[in-house]
């Protein structure tokens, strides 16, 4: 599939305003629950390097490993909620996304706060 000029500028554009969101964590990862991509923001939220971040597993931070939150997501669909974490509440949305043709999860995260 090519893409044109006006595509990849988009592509560009969302991935520059992924990485710069201000207190909104992005999370990419795969079926085998590793991260493949997180932004500044994610590695601030849990407190760890980018690095350290690749190398780490979706649920990782987490007393129960993100269960049954996880199974629920391998299930397809958006989903919505609040967890807890080490470092606080956190509500988050996760859906599936594709890269390259290939499918993803991605978990939009950022600190909870109460109504």
């Known amino acids: 599939m090519s893409r044109n000029a006006i595509e990849l500028a988009q592509l560009a554009l969302l991935g520059e305003a992924t990485e710069c969101l201000e207190g909104v964590a992005v999370?990419?990862?795969?079926?085998?629950?590793?991260?493949?991509?997180?932004n500044q923001a994610a590695c601030e939220l849990v407190g760890k390097t980018r690095a350290e971040m690749l190398?780490?597993?979706?649920?990782?931070?987490?007393?129960d490993r993100a269960s049954p939150l996880f199974e629920q997501v391998q299930h397809g669909g958006i989903h919505t909620g609040t967890l807890t974490s080490p470092g606080g509440k956190i509500d988050y949305v996760t859906c599936p996304t594709r890269i390259a043709g290939l499918p993803y999860m991605v978990s939009v995260c950022w600190p909870h706060k109460p109504a």
């Open 27 to 38: 999370f990419v990862w795969d079926e085998d629950r590793n991260y493949v991509a997180v």
């Open 55 to 63: 190398q780490m597993k979706v649920g990782d931070t987490t007393p």
